[in-house]
């Protein structure tokens, strides 16, 4: 079966997991320090501090409750997104305000946000499907002039870039995700790029339920003795081993992104022209795609999905629009029609850096012989 999407690793990340291992403290330590340091470098982020934790998540719950958001108060979110946008926002006790999506990019539809504004709307959490920022600049002056704060659900979007920048080296509250299907992955990890030094501050005191440690970060174990709690918060920290696994990742990052645009490129080249096919208007010269997701038209998806695992190729919608699970339904406060068309069209095809050409190749001669 080639699989949709699959990590790749080697001796590099074995290595490192043994030195960590060696060390028998597995906790939130140096190595943690060194990867917040590291993707800090990366990105390009100046004085914009990165916060580790365990998950997108967490990443994503952290920067909400930065927010000092109170109970009712709003958040609007496209309705296609993973069910951790909307999550987040509800474990911090908002509501998540389902928007709709553009139908060509898949990217929040900010006149349809409009709309759905109200007194208690606080923040607005654009996603960056398939590692497409979209556009940050007008994003971001969109916010402003309403009064919003701005959280980035970047889990795809690690390596992406807008206006000659990585996401994540500018703007508010940015969210990256490191779990095992990643661009990179720490197995499982995420990280918070926060706007300044006292919002880092606070959102690494939360991510340890709210403990302040004497010398906690001075290279060794924290002291498990002398600690005193100052906030709310949770068992969100990183552990050493998962962020040595990050640093090795990280050094492999440059040809893992290029492997990922070639594979998308490539696919964008044959299904140009493919009778049913809408394809998804990206710059791989500067998105780094997570996932490579088109649009089955003629009602085609069902067909094309049972085809291919035929011939054993995996594929995935991703996603189930949040607006239509059990949890969430009733709050939408208009309908999403764009939304509830897309997500009976999407498809997502294989996309990770352990395809070979002739696997390529062959993805595309299938969903070709399926369609032409």
């Given at each position: 079966m080639i699989r949709v999407s699959q990590p790749v690793t080697g001796p590099e990340e074995l290595e490192a997991l043994k030195r960590g291992l060696e060390k028998a403290y597995f906790g939130h330590s140096a190595d943690v320090v060194e990867l917040e340091k590291a993707l800090a470098g990366y990105l390009g982020a100046g004085e914009r501090p990165v916060v580790c934790v365990n998950s997108g998540t967490a990443a994503l719950h952290l920067a909400l409750a930065c927010l000092d958001l109170a109970p009712g108060d709003e958040v609007l979110v496209p309705s296609l997104t993973f069910v951790a946008s909307f999550q987040a926002i509800t474990a911090v006790g908002a509501k998540p305000v389902s928007c709709e999506v553009r139908e060509d990019d898949l990217l929040l539809d900010l006149d349809d946000a409009q709309r759905r504004i109200t007194p208690r709307t606080k923040a607005v959490m654009p996603v960056h499907y398939a590692g497409n920022p979209g556009d940050l600049d007008g994003l971001y002056a969109w916010a402003a002039e309403r009064g919003l704060r701005v959280v980035e659900d970047a889990a795809h979007a690690f390596g992406s870039s807008f206006g000659g920048k990585k996401v994540g080296a500018q703007g508010d509250l940015?969210?990256?995700?490191?779990?095992?299907?990643?661009?990179?992955?720490?197995?499982?990890?995420?990280?918070?790029?926060?706007?300044?030094?006292?919002?880092?501050?606070?959102?690494?005191?939360?991510?340890?339920?709210?403990?302040?440690?004497?010398?906690?970060?001075?290279?060794?174990?924290?002291?498990?003795?002398?600690?005193?709690?100052?906030?709310?918060?949770?068992?969100?920290?990183?552990?050493?081993?998962?962020?040595?696994?990050?640093?090795?990742?990280?050094?492999?990052?440059?040809?893992?992104?290029?492997?990922?645009?070639?594979?998308?490129?490539?696919?964008?080249?044959?299904?140009?022209?493919?009778?049913?096919?809408?394809?998804?208007?990206?710059?791989?010269?500067?998105?780094?795609?997570?996932?490579?997701?088109?649009?089955?038209?003629?009602?085609?998806?069902?067909?094309?999905?049972?085809?291919?695992?035929?011939?054993?190729?995996?594929?995935?919608?991703?996603?189930?629009?949040?607006?239509?699970?059990?949890?969430?339904?009733?709050?939408?406060?208009?309908?999403?029609?764009?939304?509830?068309?897309?997500?009976?069209?999407?498809?997502?095809?294989?996309?990770?850096?352990?395809?070979s050409d002739e696997q390529v190749e062959f993805i595309i001669a299938q969903v070709q012989a399926c369609l032409a």
């Open positions: 940015v969210c990256f995700s490191f779990d095992s299907l990643k661009n990179i992955t720490c197995g499982e990890g995420g990280a918070l790029v926060c706007p300044d030094a006292d919002t880092a501050r606070r959102a690494g005191l939360m991510r340890g339920l709210g403990m302040e440690r004497p010398q906690a970060t001075q290279g060794g174990p924290p002291s498990r003795s002398a600690y005193d709690v100052v906030t709310q918060g949770w068992r969100f920290h990183m552990s050493n081993l998962n962020a040595l696994v990050g640093l090795e990742q990280l050094k492999k990052a440059p040809a893992f992104f290029a492997r990922r645009q070639a594979i998308a490129k490539r696919y964008d080249q044959a299904f140009a022209d493919v009778p049913g096919l809408s394809l998804l208007p990206m710059d791989y010269d500067r998105v780094v795609p997570f996932l490579y997701t088109l649009r089955v038209l003629q009602g085609r998806r069902a067909e094309l999905i049972d085809h291919l695992r035929e011939q054993d190729i995996e594929t995935a919608v991703n996603y189930p629009a949040n607006h239509q699970h059990s949890l969430y339904q009733g709050l939408a406060t208009a309908p999403l029609p764009v939304t509830e068309k897309v997500c009976g069209q999407i498809l997502t095809l294989p996309m990770h850096c352990a395809l």
